[in-house]
């Protein structure tokens, strides 16, 4: 989230010995220290002492460097010096201070408006190299959190879309939608979403209606689509009828609600939490194709392997 006139870039998403166009400043002891100026070079021990100190995992830029930071990315993600995997990371952490902004700031609508440009350089870095896909979700946390969780959801649910060969617009579209369908999370208290341990009744009824509350965050927005509004609305419907809030089945269910059930379900089984251990990937989707069959569209989650099979050649 910015911080008065800063604004957050985590360390990983700066390219050792490549010269910075803007300042990079770090927190120490509550105050902004300038760390290197623009045109300097950040060499990889640097990097390493950072690491190993508290200053946190991000550097501070100035606001007013916004568009020369995202031109810096931008200009990793179409460099000859770079690797598929190289570009991966740079993409999935500069996009990862982005979705903590687009959390945490008030302004929920103009955060839908920001994560347009942020889906198209994902669904395009896809487009452009075929081996993309694997290395984004091989990169994807360990850890759930909101923030990594929405944007793995959102890397899955465009791996599991290229797999049913969406094109670019539905891919676009389906990217919005998985990266906002926790969104209606904003209005459940920070008790019930941090807790360690199984929720109580009383927690679990709260937290049951997060689809509610997202669903009437993005009816705000004239410019949200029906699609994003559903995945958002039905993504904990059951294929077997027996899911919440509207039990829907089947095709009732909106496909990108579908797509999303599957990669909400499989990230949280994937990802190490307070309460439960974390499977590998093939034993998740296997887990959910023989034990929790009746939750998902069956196509779909064949559709899962293919994805899977990417991250496995990553």
């Known amino acids: 989230m910015s911080q008065g006139s800063f604004f957050k870039v985590r360390i990983n998403t700066m390219v050792p010995g490549k010269p910075t166009t803007f300042d990079l400043h770090i927190k120490i002891n509550g105050q902004n220290i300038l760390y290197l100026r623009a045109g300097d070079r950040l060499q990889p021990e640097k990097i390493k ?18 568009k020369a930071y995202k031109q810096y990315v931008h200009e990793q993600m179409i460099s000859d010096d770079l690797n598929v995997r190289e570009k991966a990371l740079v993409l999935r952490e500069s996009s990862m201070t982005l979705v903590e902004e687009l959390f ?11 994560s347009k440009p942020l889906i198209k350089d994902f669904v395009e870095f896809m487009r452009a190299e075929p081996e993309a896909m694997g290395h984004l979700i091989s990169l994807s946390g360990h850890d759930f959190y909101t923030y990594n969780h929405s944007l793995d959801v959102g890397i899955y ?5 290229e797999a049913l060969s969406y094109g670019k617009k539905e891919l ?10 926790d969104v209606g999370k904003r209005h459940v208290s920070l008790d019930i979403l941090c807790k360690k341990g199984p929720l109580n009744d009383a927690e679990w009824a709260q937290m049951q209606k997060h689809p509610q509350f ?5 009816n705000e927005n004239p ?3 029906d699609a994003v509004k559903a995945a958002c609305f ?16 089947g095709q009732e269910i909106h496909p990108f609600a579908r797509i999303v059930a599957i990669t909400d379900t499989y990230d949280a089984m994937t990802t190490q939490r307070s309460y439960n251990v974390p499977l590998k990937p093939v034993d998740a989707v296997t887990t959910m194709r023989d034990k929790l069959a009746g939750r998902y569209d069956p196509e779909i989650l064949r559709a899962m ?3 899977l099979f990417k991250l496995k050649a990553a």
């Open 49 to 66: 002492s950072l690491d190993s100190k508290d200053t946190g995992s991000f550097f501070l830029v100035k606001e007013e460097d916004r």
């Open 104 to 114: 945490e700031q008030p302004d929920v609508h103009s955060a839908l408006d920001h």
């Open 157 to 161: 649910s465009l791996g599991l879309g």
């Open 172 to 181: 676009e579209e389906l990217g919005i939608a998985a990266l906002f369908h």
């Open 214 to 218: 997202g669903l009437a965050i993005l």
């Open 223 to 225: 410019t949200v689509t």
């Open 234 to 249: 039905e993504h904990h419907e059951s294929w077997a009828g027996n899911g919440y809030p509207q039990q829907l089945s």
């Open 305 to 307: 392997y293919s994805v």
